[in-house]
């Protein structure tokens, strides 16, 4: 078994495992349409990609988040920076929700481990929901992520 984080706003808490977000808006490995669950190796990246795509608001204001972690079976094929196309690091993701669009319509493995293109020593861990063994991931734990204010620049 292998372990994840993913870190929700408060309000989603109780739905930390749903792919409903990433099936409605698409993000950089996904196109709208086909839900994934967005996943990181460490509690440590899954806070720099948090804040990273935080609304720019005050510390004050800022939402409460949660880190859940993450049980599932240790089914994640890796991608090195080297195996990574040009383009991995591109703002623009017309391009990147495309490049895994064969495991997005067949899903032979549960998850890939790409590299972060925030930190790229680090992986995020994408798990497909469509695969059989989706149905053994599971949250073990919840816990208030504190976010120190040092971290926060508005």
Known sequence: MAVVYRIVRE???????????SRLF???????????LYATSTPELGLVETL???????YEDLPKYWLSTIQMPD??????????PDFWQDRNYDRTQ????????NPDVLAVGLPSV???????IIIHPQHPDFEAVSLISQERIPIDRRLWKA
């Not at 089914?75 to 990574?84: D, G, V």
């Open 11 to 21: 309000k989603f808490k109780d739905s930390a495992l749903s792919v409903e977000g």
């Open 52 to 58: 990273a795509h935080a609304p720019g608001v005050r």
């Open 118 to 124: 925030i930190v790229p020593f680090s992986f995020n």
């Open 75 to 84: 089914q994640i094929r890796y991608y090195t920076r080297s195996e990574m």
């Open 26 to 36: 698409g993000a950089r490995w996904n196109p709208k349409g086909i839900g994934v």
């Open 98 to 105: 495309y490049w895994l669009k064969d495991w997005l319509i």
